[in-house]
């Protein structure tokens, strides 16, 4: 007969191998499954339901929206006006064009909600202007990726969907609004940061926008903009679901692309439409196999083993917090931010209740937790952008990092001790259900 504790030794230890051997994310979610459930004798077709389950919701069907309307405002050029709109605030200040960075990856965070995405589109821009502006590359590709991780939580984010999918069911609409306050901290500190080092380095001051040149740049912006407007603005007015405000950004993102900013010609759809289906098959496979994952981490009672073994170390809300966040940030060193998310939600959840900690401010502490590890070593997707588009290697980006992991690490901390700073929002427009 099967042995409980075997199995779970045995699911662990093939997922470890595996991950140790670079074996892509997915394919260690699944086959680590795939063998611990032929030695728990479980038939195999129900590995298989447990996958298709995880991306049969209606809620995911946001997501490939989400990353269409992100393409193709990314393809359209509304980076580069992004940009110029983010100059006229903070553009003449000492080492503005960091500053500008930070910003319009703000911006662009509430169009794409993609890191990735974020840290490719501002990065292509901004790195060679910063480094051809005399800034260091280390601190230019730095001020890129961290300031592109606010783009997982100010709204629209799909990890904010997988994480309602995962938790089950928790409002998207308020997950989006409890997205603004810890995103905007991030953004604020990352730009304190950014200005305290380039006062120290002497970096350049930009020159100050015209008042005409203001108004042209705002106009060509909120063209862009609206775009976030249209999701948040309808999910809170209850006009439609998460998942029609995608569909009806997606369609206002190309009839701005193709008709309003006109860079690009309509042939470009084609690969616009090519990438976008490559990041979904990606990110939908993940959540497949990460949901075979989680169906024997709850087989084998783990959630519960773990809510035991977290609280038998402290009955103080407090310590158990800071656990957890540790925990997750040595998670997010190794894994990427969407499997993390389906496999650690039902784990952590029993314990989040035990705590009294509400799902919603939960799912905050979860995505900043991961946005950090899109940062970092070896596995870190902004960081790999980041370093290809700067041309620079990891091993350099290791100490120009420090100061910028130090102000998310405070955010983070922030976000964590101060729940009503971050439930305010959402419970004063939705109550936060």
């Given at each position: ?328 940030l040595g998670l997010g060193c190794i894994m990427d931010m969407a ?95």
């Amino acid at each position: 007969m099967p042995d409980q504790h075997t199995a779970i030794i045995l699911l662990f230890s093939v997922f470890g191998i595996l991950l140790v051997l670079r074996v892509p994310i997915a394919f260690t979610l699944a086959v680590s499954s795939i063998v611990t459930a032929a030695y728990l004798k479980i038939p195999l077709l129900i590995i298989s339901q447990q996958m298709v389950r995880g991306v049969n919701s209606f809620a995911l069907l946001a997501i490939p929206f989400f990353i269409i309307s992100g393409e193709l405002m990314g393809e359209g050029g509304i980076s580069k006006r992004l940009i110029e709109f983010s100059n006229i605030f903070v553009g003449r200040l000492r080492g503005g064009l960091a500053l500008v960075n930070v910003l319009a990856s703000m911006f662009f965070g509430g169009i794409s909600g993609s890191a990735v995405a974020d840290a490719s589109s501002i990065g292509s821009i901004m790195i060679p202007m910063m480094k051809k502006k005399g800034y260091d590359t280390d601190y230019s590709v730095g001020v890129t990726i961290t300031g592109a991780c606010q783009g997982v939580l100010i709204p629209p984010s799909h990890n904010m969907i997988i994480y309602s999918v995962a938790a089950g069911g928790v409002s998207v609409g308020a997950l989006f609004l409890a997205g603004f306050v810890p995103g905007i901290l991030l953004g604020v500190g990352l730009m304190i940061s950014s200005f305290v080092i380039a006062v120290h380095r002497n970096y350049p001051k930009g020159e100050k926008v015209s008042f005409n040149e203001a108004l042209k740049c705002t106009r060509d912006a909120v063209w862009g903009l609206f775009t976030a407007v249209i999701i948040v603005g309808g999910v809170l007015g209850g006009i439609f679901t998460a998942t029609e405000s995608a569909a009806i950004a997606c369609v206002y993102a190309f009839c701005v692309t193709f008709f309003v900013y006109r860079e690009i010609p309509l042939s470009r759809m084609t690969k616009i439409l090519y990438s976008s289906l490559k990041t979904l098959a990606m990110v939908m496979t993940l959540i497949a196999t990460a949901n075979a994952f989680g169906y024997l981490l709850a087989y084998l009672k783990i959630p519960t083993y773990a809510t035991n073994a977290l609280l038998s170390v402290s009955d103080n809300k407090a310590v158990i917090l800071f656990l957890i966040n540790v925990l997750l940030l040595g998670l997010g060193c190794i894994m990427d931010m969407a499997p993390l998310i389906v496999i650690c939600t039902p784990i952590l959840m029993p314990v989040m209740m035990k705590l009294g900690v509400h799902p919603v401010h939960f799912g905050v502490i979860l995505i900043l937790n991961l946005a950090v590890g899109l940062c970092t070593p070896p596995v870190g997707s902004a960081l790999f952008v980041g370093c290809a588009v700067g041309k620079i290697s990891m091993e350099q980006m290791t100490k120009a990092l420090l100061p910028f992991f130090f102000t998310m690490i405070a955010v983070l901390m922030l976000v964590t001790y101060a729940p009503d700073l971050i439930l305010f929002i959402p419970n004063y427009f939705m109550g936060a259900k």
